[in-house]
């Protein structure tokens, strides 16, 4: 998969484009992490290493919790394509960045499930999920996400909440004490965190190319929403929770999108996470290979479209 992310994102390394952070005495984590990789090349070396690890922890999502019926690969292959079809996630966003910690988060949430030492995994999930926040401030709706998403893998007790929002609480703990160290004015860290909330203005002009994006994922949720019952047909319960937090995850994703005050990539890349977790499994439902090659063709078709006419 890592030639194949790299030949889909060839045109930033024949042409590479730095991701401009500005810097406004709030994010620091994002200042020494885009000081630490300035280049445009270096930023897509490293964007095309994030994506290709996504990629392998979706397949290893997939296939350790049985979420189709047969073992793939489409799941990280579906990542790497969507997400390498536009220019606002094409690059080394912050919503990528985020997403790592989520993707960790997922994972840490799996693994409570019937598990009687769930203990550092619920404390774990809270720990990414509150990294994925303080990476990108639109997340901090998914401290609710994981809160639903363990109610619905266990059977969430009060001692458990507790060491939930310990996890999450410990990484905005230590980041404010670091900054309350160095002397940083806080107003401006709590500024930065809600200047991006609102709802989405509609009056911010997008090309055609952005809306064709947008149907795409659209498209592609919609077709994996009212696959539901086909998803969890004959699924034992396990399965079945966990594809219902990966449900659940698109609609958070959705949440975050629309709870902005710009068109929100990083909800959308975490939409297409849970697409490619879900799509994948209609791509192997399809008998005839030709059709699948026909959707894999015509996705690709998009991407030419939108990087090179």
């Known amino acids: 998969m890592l030639p194949y992310a790299i030949v889909l994102r060839l045109h930033t390394f024949i042409w590479p484009e730095r991701y401009f952070y500005v810097y406004e005495g709030n994010n620091y984590l994002y200042k020494w992490i885009y000081t630490l990789v300035s280049t445009p090349i270096s930023q897509s070396i490293v964007a095309v290493l994030l994506i290709y690890m996504h990629a392998i922890v979706l397949?290893?999502?997939?296939?350790?919790?049985?979420?189709?019926?047969?073992?793939?690969?489409?799941?990280?292959?579906?990542?790497?394509?969507?997400?390498?079809?536009?220019?606002?996630?094409?690059?080394?966003?912050?919503?990528?960045?985020?997403?790592?910690?989520?993707?960790?988060?997922?994972?840490?949430?799996?693994?409570?499930?019937?598990?009687?030492?769930?203990?550092?995994?619920?404390?774990?999930?809270?720990?990414?999920?509150?990294?994925?926040?303080?990476?990108?401030?639109?997340?901090?709706?998914?401290?609710?996400?994981?809160?639903?998403?363990?109610?619905?893998?266990?059977?969430?007790?009060?001692?458990?909440?507790?060491?939930?929002?310990?996890?999450?609480?410990?990484?905005?703990?230590?980041?404010?004490?670091?900054l309350y160290y160095f002397q940083v004015d806080l107003s401006n860290v709590a500024g930065q965190f809600f200047s991006e909330i609102g709802?989405?203005?509609?009056?911010?002009?997008?090309?055609?190319?952005t809306y064709i994006f947008i149907s795409v994922i659209l498209l592609l949720f919609i077709v994996s929403f009212f696959s539901?019952?086909?998803?969890?047909?004959?699924?034992?319960?396990?399965?079945?929770?966990?594809?219902?937090?990966?449900?659940?995850?698109?609609?958070?994703?959705?949440?975050?999108?629309?709870?902005?005050?710009v068109i929100s990539f990083t909800g959308v890349i975490i939409l297409i996470a849970a697409i490619a977790l879900l799509f994948s499994m209609n791509i192997s439902w399809i008998t005839n290979k030709l059709y699948s090659e026909l959707i894999h063709l015509i996705l690709l078709a998009i991407l030419i479209y939108n990087f090179y006419i």
């Open 199 to 209: 709802w989405i203005s509609m009056s911010v002009p997008a090309g055609i190319k």
């Open 228 to 261: 539901y019952n086909r998803y969890t047909l004959r699924k034992s319960i396990q399965e079945q929770k966990k594809i219902d937090l990966i449900f659940w995850l698109g609609l958070f994703a959705l949440v975050v999108t629309l709870f902005c005050n």
């Open 59 to 178: 397949n290893q999502i997939s296939i350790k919790h049985r979420l189709g019926r047969t073992y793939t690969l489409f799941p990280g292959v579906i990542y790497i394509l969507l997400v390498s079809m536009h220019s606002e996630v094409i690059y080394l966003s912050p919503g990528l960045i985020a997403t790592t910690a989520l993707l960790f988060m997922i994972t840490q949430m799996f693994m409570t499930y019937k598990n009687h030492n769930a203990t550092i995994y619920i404390f774990n999930a809270g720990f990414f999920g509150a990294l994925a926040f303080l990476l990108s401030p639109q997340l901090l709706f998914f401290y609710l996400f994981g809160y639903v998403g363990l109610m619905i893998l266990r059977s969430f007790k009060r001692t458990e909440i507790f060491q939930y929002s310990v996890g999450y609480l410990a990484p905005i703990f230590l980041s404010i004490s670091l």
